[in-house]
């Protein structure tokens, strides 16, 4: 089945697009077929297919047909490494020369926009080898994506504890002077994981800034002290991948889930595989932590590298894996993807409605679990503009069941 990548209008600005754009037939997942009209970034009015038509200003609208396309509020990638992206291939060691960073962080974001998630948060090493050259690259690749994605940094220390702490303490402050967002690491791999943590908080605390953390949590002691010392801090504490949480006996998980809950902290879970600081085997019992009242959301961790040679970073493969193998019902899945995920990130939230931010995805299908099964042809809307198509042409050769039956298949016949 051959994919063709189509180029995405654009403004030589990389700004909002306010010009009004009107998205024709679309269907969403209560099952009407609407119109929906954006400009400035938004959603200006939804109304029954056939509906709406002029822009708010009076002037005519631009508009995509998508009869035959499901509407959605679009993914958010909650967890991507884009500095050791698409390195699954190379020879020797990792290089992280600056250009090459650049190149493979480039790609890496616009594969997953391709995919739908026109927000992501990568993160990236700070410290040993690479300094903050990482960082640096990640950096201006954000910039450099403006007005297609939003693309978050989160720096990450190997040691905060110790002789060795104190450079990597230096380190992350100097990363979050050059622009990076988040503070995250990974307590596990440091030889006071307690203390890593309480430095991690302290200087979020300081800078007021959110925090995202590799843990497996393999250790529920551990896991219940880190919980005590997030509980109301703002903006916000994540933790993830927490796959030995399944592997730990019910009680156990459930008591630990209770306490994540209490603390408001955020689980990015990683169906399709770890990455390079956590354990790939399994993924957090998810229904047992939405049970309790976690916030669950799900990201796609290694895009080819060596942690997961063939992962794919698709937000709404996640959320395949969830429905089929984590038993959620699809409109579930999908949200650990968009309005969690979404959520995860700082961001607005997003409906297909009225007055909210016109991030949208269009997938082929009528139903959400079909688009899960068979999410091919995409259309991705950021900030009320089409910024990336993939079209997909399934064909069939001649058969003699052809004229008796309605085979189904996707025409050439593509939006406008």
Same mark, same amino acid.
């Given at each position: 089945? =051959? ?30 077929? %609407? ?98 050259? *990482? ?18 940094? %989160? ?44 430095? %991690? ?23 219940? +002290? ?7 801090? +703002?903006?916000?504490?994540?933790? #993830?991948?927490? #796959? *030995?949480?399944?592997?730990? =006996? ?40 939405? *049970? ?17 040679? %063939? ?5 709404? !493969? ?73 079209? *997909?042409?399934? !064909? ?7 004229? #008796?039956? !309605?085979? =189904? ?8």
């Amino acid at each position: 089945m =051959p994919d063709s990548q189509q180029q995405p209008p654009h403004s030589s600005s990389g700004h909002t697009d306010t010009a009004a754009l009107l998205l024709c037939g679309a269907r969403l997942t209560d099952g009407r077929a %609407v119109d929906v009209r954006l400009g400035g970034g938004r959603i200006e009015a939804v109304g029954t297919a056939g509906s709406l038509a002029a822009g708010a200003s009076g002037a005519l609208a631009a508009k995509v047909d998508l009869d035959g396309y499901l509407l959605l509020p679009a993914p958010a990638e909650a967890h991507a490494h884009s500095d050791t992206a698409l390195t699954a291939d190379d020879d020797g060691p990792l290089t992280y020369d600056d250009q090459e960073i650049q190149r493979r962080a480039t790609e890496s974001a616009l594969l997953q926009l391709g995919h739908g998630a026109t927000a992501l948060r990568s993160h990236v090493r700070v410290g040993d080898v690479q300094g903050l050259d *990482a960082l640096a690259a990640v950096l201006e690749v954000r910039r450099s994506l403006r007005g297609l994605a939003e693309l978050a940094t %989160v720096a990450m220390p190997r040691v905060l504890t110790g002789a060795a702490g104190a450079d990597g303490l230096a380190l992350l402050r100097d990363a979050l002077k050059m622009g990076a967002s988040v503070v995250g690491g990974c307590p596990d791999a440091d030889p006071d994981p307690t203390g890593y943590v309480e430095a %991690v908080l302290e200087l979020a605390s300081e800078h007021g800034c959110p925090v995202d953390l590799h843990t497996d949590a393999a250790d529920p002691a551990r896991l219940a +002290r880190l919980a005590a010392m997030a509980g109301g801090l +703002r903006p916000g504490v994540t933790l #993830g991948p927490c #796959g *030995a949480l399944g592997r730990l =006996p019910s009680e156990v998980a459930a008591r630990a889930a209770d306490q994540l809950a209490a603390a408001g902290v955020t689980v990015v879970c990683l169906p399709q595989g770890g990455c390079g600081s956590a354990d790939r085997r399994g993924i957090a019992p998810v229904r047992l932590l939405r *049970a309790a009242g976690v916030r669950v959301a799900a990201g796609s961790g290694a895009l080819r590298d060596v942690s997961n040679p %063939v992962g794919r970073g698709d937000p709404l !493969e996640a959320a395949y894996l969830l429905a089929s193998r984590s038993g959620l019902r699809p409109e579930d899945a999908y949200d650990t993807v968009s309005c969690a995920a979404r959520a995860a990130l700082g961001l607005p939230e997003v409906r297909v409605e009225a007055g909210f931010p016109a991030e949208l995805l269009a997938v082929r299908g009528d139903r959400l679990a079909g688009a899960l099964s068979l999410s091919y042809s995409r259309i991705v809307i950021h900030r009320g503009r089409v910024v990336a198509r993939t079209s *997909a042409v399934r !064909e069939y050769c001649n058969s003699a069941a052809e004229s #008796g039956l !309605e085979l =189904p298949r996707q025409g050439r016949g593509e939006p406008s």
